[in-house]
């Protein structure tokens, strides 16, 4: 038979481990998602390069935290430091040029990029995969039956930290504030005063910091660290989208929805089933309401 | 009582036409191409035959170009011709003599100065055949009827799902049943995943469609592993396609031993993917000529507006996805068929990567753009390794050797942020521009 459904199981354990890795690769989605979020929703562009990114953010923590074997916090800090410089290259060197083009137009530039990391990233590291990063505790507990690693619970608490960061950050910082007006009207906001320019700088910075972020954690989590873990940023776009892809809030929501969902089908259905039913997820909510649970609703003037 | 102004009518400015550059040159352009071509093929019983070709041909284009140059004013018939001017004409004519030499060219074994490699060339030229067909499509969806899609890759497999059960399981090889059959279920297949477009715009229906990418990768992974295991389709071999012996009369089929003419090596696929190509891109040029055709242009510029002149928004959209579907599922069985073996990751992210650099690098919403972008693609990695081997100042660089493929893939992206950066029409509006460049060069040169 074509479409042969997996055994459907009762046991309630095996159905709670389920729904932790669920909730585990959710938390990672939703590092991702935030990314995405971070960029579409103050400079309107679909960024297809962020599993990218989050690839160069996890071979630089290899490069810094294993290879040069620096202090965590302060290899942390130089990988962020890093990753905020090439965000910045990022925004100065290329999407500075595409404001104001289609929007096909920029995808399309995105996915360049993409592909120029790639290609950089294989001359530089080599075809070769490397064992997953190890720095944060390792051990897991039970609870139920189902083992709960640590590193899940970081995951959480990291996503989590940044989502209320950049929360506040938005609300009730100066900065914050012209990101926001500049989201919602650049001419009007450029009138007013403020540099559009240096606000879409910011805002690649952050992604790239998320990246950096997310590359870390997804370091400690993936199989191992090669050429494929770009394929997360795919993955989590179902996340972005099932929360809404102008609300950070949304990003985390969203994220856990799509990764128990995820898990589920992975655990009952097949691995095959994974990505069709995310996608599928993705698709009914695109046609039920296609800003996402949470996102902003823009009217369309005739 | 003031007497109303008129204004006075507005003089419509005749438009009339000089020769051509290109019509000017033509002729010494085949003039100079033919000791080419001879001198590559002495020694082959075909040199008076291919001589007499090159004389004809060299007498119809100058012939026709001369007949079909319209004098004084053009007619609104005129004005939408397909080969509009005298240059059209020219180079569509020079076009087609290009591509019948071409293959005659290939197949000698003429070797250019430096190592130029030559034998490989034919490989590639049939594989930018199939791209440019399938490029061709794709930028007829998004470029110009602006439905942003990323499922053509799934339409990919789709004609190989179709090549597998038509042409291979149901009927041995018989690819000639399982091209129209693609072309009709990637049609239908393709106005079911064009439904999301009549509600969903811009990045939502971008990631709609490449959900449906990942539909049908797992639909093509069920069928796969159902029917044939891990090894893959094999089309090649006992399946590959054949001439009907009915049709071995047909000139230039000369049956191999065991009576039967099987389609192998480059230069008869050559002859079997030209004109489908060369058909098919003509239909896509002349639907976007037709009432069809400027519908989709006038939905991609404004869906609203669009509605108010008349025209049925929904019907124009699913027309345009099925008919890029129906298009790419058909190159989906050629190049199923023509490389022989479509496996587990015959399609993945990448290959829709590759064909977004092909309509970039060509020129975004053109369709000549398709066909240089495709070219590009293919042919760069074999300049590139040429340079490699051969040119001396790339030669000593251990850097190039060292990493090829992945040298080319960061060419290609730089490539595309290049262009899409600094010249968003691509190949082919370079093309344009040397084009207006030259005939203004030459108008200054010769007043």
Known sequence: MLLAFGNFTADPSVNLQLLIGGLALGAIYAVVALGFVLVYKSTDVLNLAHGEFLMLGAYF??????????????????????????????????????????????????????????????????????????????????????????VDIIIFGVVAACVLLFFV??????????????????????????????????????????????????????????????????????????????????????????????????????????????FSVMFVVLLVRPTGLWGRKDLERV | MTAVENPAPRQEEAQTYRPSTLQRFLPFIIAAAVPFILGSTTGDLNFWWKASITVVVLAVVARLAWKWTPRGELTHREDMRLWRTPSDRSWAALTMFGLLVLPFILASDFTPPMGFPWATWFAVVNLVLIFAMGAAAFNLLVGYSGQISLAHVAFLALGSIVGGIVGVQWSGGNMWYALPAAAVAGAVVGAISGLPALRLKHLYLLLATFGFHFVMMLVWREYLQEYFGFVGIRFKGENSPRIASWLHWLPGIDPDQNGEFVITGQFRWYWVLMPITVLSILFMVNVVRTREGRAFAAVRDRDVSASLLGINVARSKLFAFALSSAIVSMSGVLASFYIGSRGEDSFNVQTVLNYAIIIVVGGFSSIQGAIFGSAFFWFLPEWFKWAREELWFVRDIDFLSDYPSEIDLAIKGFLV????????????????????????????SNP
């Not at chain 1, 720095?135 to 139920?144: A, D, K, M, T, V």
């Not at chain 1, 001419?187 to 910011?202: S, T, W």
């Not at chain 1, 950070?248 to 994974?274: C, D, M, P, Y």
């Open chain 1, 61 to 150: 923590a290899l490069t810094f935290l294993i290879s040069e074997n620096l202090n965590f916090f302060l290899g942390v800090f130089v990988l962020l430091l890093v990753m905020l410089a090439f965000g910045l290259l990022v925004h100065y060197g290329i999407m500075r040029r595409m404001v104001g083009q289609g929007f096909f137009a920029i995808v399309l530039i995105t996915l360049g990029i993409a592909t120029i990391i790639r290609a950089l990233l294989l001359i530089f590291y080599g075809p070769t995969e490397r064992a997953r990063l190890d720095l944060l505790p390792q051990g897991s507990f039970e609870i139920g039956g189902a083992t709960v690693r640590y």
């Open chain 2, 417 to 444: 942020v290049v262009i899409l950066m600094f010249k968003p029409d691509g190949l082919a509006g370079l093309w344009r521009d040397f084009k207006s460049w030259f005939s203004r060069a030459l108008a200054r």
């Open chain 1, 169 to 278: 950050f938005f609300k009730y910082t100066r900065l914050g504030l012209h990101m926001r007006a500049v989201a919602d009207d650049i001419e009007a906001a450029a009138a007013m005063g403020i540099d559009p320019d240096k606000v879409y700088a910011m805002t690649w910075a952050a992604a790239m910091v998320m990246a950096g972020v997310g590359g870390l954690l997804f370091g400690h989590v993936t199989g191992a660290i090669d050429r494929s873990i770009e394929a997360i940023g795919l993955r989590a776009f179902p996340a972005a989208v099932v929360g809404g892809l102008t609300s950070l809030g949304g990003s985390i929501v969203g994220g856990l929805v799509v990764g128990v969902i995820e898990q589920f089908a992975n655990g009952h259905l097949g691995t095959k089933w994974r990505e069709p039913v995310a």
